[in-house]
């Protein structure tokens, strides 16, 4: 690992990068990247919040409960990977090649950790919230419907009592591009008409089927008599003496004036739960020093250079959940995506630096911080140079001076730090003249 | 830190209409932090004075330079070896440093490029808020680390005047009240009995400066 | 686009960055489609490397007109160059025009990689904005 003495004129082209990789989170994502960095031998440390290892997919009853038992089977047994329960990642300091991790476990322990990269695979909150919806037993929320379905036998589904005929299903009034809902819909909506013969209503906006076997899914639901209505408005709810109503346009009408609106009864109104980012996001971005959208509050942009595992830090990996609410398949995916680019991150041994590389002439710095707030990579950091003091006066002996400093291997040679520096104490070394003029074919 | 902002240009093209050379220096201290007077602003404002002359046909020729301050003599004597041959000098330090180049500098114009508005803080990056305006009697221990007399339109001394309304000034709106924000602060320190302790009327003339420039003297420093 | 004595080619410096005005501009160049006679292609990294003082200075040493061409908003891949740009360029062409400078003579694009199109349609309406406002009278004079 190359610490930098403060010498500009030391030329540091590569750093050496060990095969020790943190990962945050473990849930299906983080397990699944660790099952393969382990298998190409790379030192693993999974860091959990909870008491148990799984996540948020233990709620769902599926083949994922056995095969997420025989992964942790399977890296408990491994060496190389370690796994901490309960614990949480306190600070990251360093760059890319000497990240400093501080864990706290339990009451009292603090470990520090220098892995080589990082993956952070959190997960998301959910909240059973129903709002306009009347105060009424049948508004049910879909992983408890699952355990419903799960835990009855026989052929006939009751709720408090009451025999239930026929489900709604509501979706999109929230949850904006989680196609998750859209998967767990359409399997309850079958095993509702085949195995409990109800009639079953789907009300949606735009049905997402944008996942692996998501057409399949809707197609089986189709031929087992699901019914499907798509709406713009939010559709009217209301009671109906034991049971709910829901009011829709017929929209197969294609005037508006001649439109009908038809009520549809059930028994059980189904609704997604409200997905949130964690309530740990703004912390974890703030420790990782990455970013974290605007708009929906989740961890990274929605900047399509940056899909899907990547992150602004080089170094610092994604994947599933925490980035957006998603099903296993996708979730899959990206810890295979995350692990890969890791591994071909870290398996030479070594990363060469630049080729352009931001620099900072110490001696011109006047430390107002404009560098480290601006830099999108988080590659920049204000630390103590042992050479001439930039508020030297002539005479006086020069002493150990703070100043800006990029990290090279961290630098991805953008050049804003260097167009931005109010004081031109920032050069971009190794880019090309930038007054030469490009040859017209 | 002091925070300052560049004139307006046509102001600068006013104050520079007499001369053909002259020496732009920029300050590597509180002007470059607030991005208004450092080696970046130098080669803007220098390139569009340069412009501005060209369309009137009357180039200006500027020689740029950045020490570190301007407030000591011996930073001033880093723009010695220029002088020669400029007939005027342009200032983007504070006060002070147009002050020290003047003097040092007695038989050369030196203009300021930049008006000092206040001692501040940063905000957030971008936006800087006053904070402290020298009054000579420092009294944040008695409130709580905010200051009446920076941050209250009417500088007062023992709490809100009656036009504070939800946290908010009358003279500004968009201002947070001072008292409140001390009331608020002391009170989570836990020490909202200092509000009982009468701050006496301010005596400007000793304390603060409405008897002419202060100076402050260290016997024990001088060589 | 014509040329010959008597017409005038403005010269316009386009700030074109690597990831999405290079490309637009060799798309360009291989449909063969026309480009501003009197241009010249300054490549950047990122719109972020370009420092507010190169806009002036391409304006002082001659240019009629200056072009950025940067990445459209949120698909920057150093995430705000791009953002940077544009506010800088503002502060320039706000600081040009209490001088009396056009603000058409600066001015800043957006566009993807495959917009070789949209590339030579921009210069296209540039050049004959120019040529409507004139040489730059604040450039310097030899």
Known sequence: ?441 | MIKAEQKPIEEILGYLEPYGKIILSGCGACVTVCHSGGEKEVALLAESLKMARNKDAKPLEIVEITPARQCEPEFAAELGDLVEGAEAILSLSCGVGVQTLARTYGAMAVLPGVNVVFMGETVMHGQWEERCQACGNCILEKTGGVCPIARCAKQLLNGPCGGSSRGKCEIKRETDCAWQMIFDRLKTLGQLHKLTEIIPAKNWGTESRDMGPRRMVREDLKV | METGPGIFNPKIIAFCCEQSGIPALEMAESAKLELAANLEVRPVPCAGRIETVFLLQALENGADGVLVFACHEENCQYLRGNIRAKSRLSYAQDRLARIGLEKERLEICNLAANCGKKFAEVLKDKVEQLRKLGPNPFSRRH
Request: proline share 4%.
């Open chain 1, 1 to 441: 690992m190359a610490e930098m003495k403060g010498d500009s004129q030391n030329k540091i082209d590569s750093i050496m990068l060990k095969q020790d990789v943190l990962i945050i989170g473990g849930g299906w994502a983080g397990l699944s990247a660790a099952k393969i960095l382990a298998r190409n031998g790379m030192r693993v440390t999974i860091v959990e919040k909870a008491a148990e290892l799984g996540g948020g997919c233990v709620d769902w009853a599926d083949d994922s409960r056995t095969e997420m038992r025989s992964t942790i089977a399977e890296l408990e047994k491994i060496e190389k990977v370690a796994i901490m329960t309960g614990a949480e990642v306190r600070r990251l300091a360093g760059q890319f090649g000497s990240f400093r991790v501080s864990l706290r476990q339990g009451a009292n322990d603090i470990t520090e950790l220098t892995p080589a990269a990082v993956l952070i695979a959190g997960g998301y909150e959910t909240k059973k919230e129903a709002p306009g919806m009347p105060a009424g037993k049948g508004i049910v929320f879909l992983a408890d419907l699952e355990k419903m379905l799960n835990s009855s036998s026989g052929s006939s589904l009751t709720l408090n009592g009451r025999p239930v005929t026929a489900v709604t299903f509501l979706l999109d009034l929230y949850n904006e591009d989680v196609k998750f809902d859209a998967w767990a819909v359409l399997r309850q909506a079958q095993v509702l008409r085949t195995k409990f013969k109800c009639q079953v209503f789907v009300l949606c906006k735009d049905l997402k089927v944008s996942f692996a076997s998501g057409e399949l899914l809707y197609r089986q639901a189709r031929e087992a008599g699901v019914l499907f209505f798509k709406y713009e408005a939010s559709p009217a709810v209301d009671l109906a003496g034991e049971r709910l109503s829901v009011e829709i346009p017929d929209y197969t009408v294609v005037t508006k004036e001649a439109r009908e609106t038809m009520t549809l009864v059930s028994d059980i109104i189904a609704l997604p739960e409200v997905c949130a980012p964690g309530s740990d996001t703004d912390r974890l971005c703030r420790t990782f020093g990455i970013r974290r959208e605007l708009a929906t509050g989740y961890i990274m942009d929605d900047n399509p250079q940056f899909l899907r595992v990547r992150t602004n830090r080089r170094g610092i990996f994604i994947a599933g959940a925490c980035r957006s609410p998603q099903g296993l398949t996708e979730t899959q995916s990206e810890a295979e995506a995350a692990a890969e680019e890791i591994l071909a991150l870290l398996k030479p041994g070594f990363f060469t630096c630049g080729p352009a590389i931001a620099e900072v002439d110490e001696k011109k710095c006047a430390l107002c911080y404009t560098c480290p707030r601006l830099c999108p990579h988080a590659a920049i950091t204000i630390e103590k140079y042992a050479r001439q003091n930039v508020y030297r006066i002539p005479g006086f002996e020069p002493g150990a001076v703070y100043a800006a400093r990029v990290e090279p291997a961290a630098c991805y040679g953008c050049g804003i730090c260097v167009a931005e520096c109010p004081a031109r104490a920032i050069s971009l070394r190794g880019e090309r003249p930038l007054l030469q003029a490009r040859a017209r074919i």
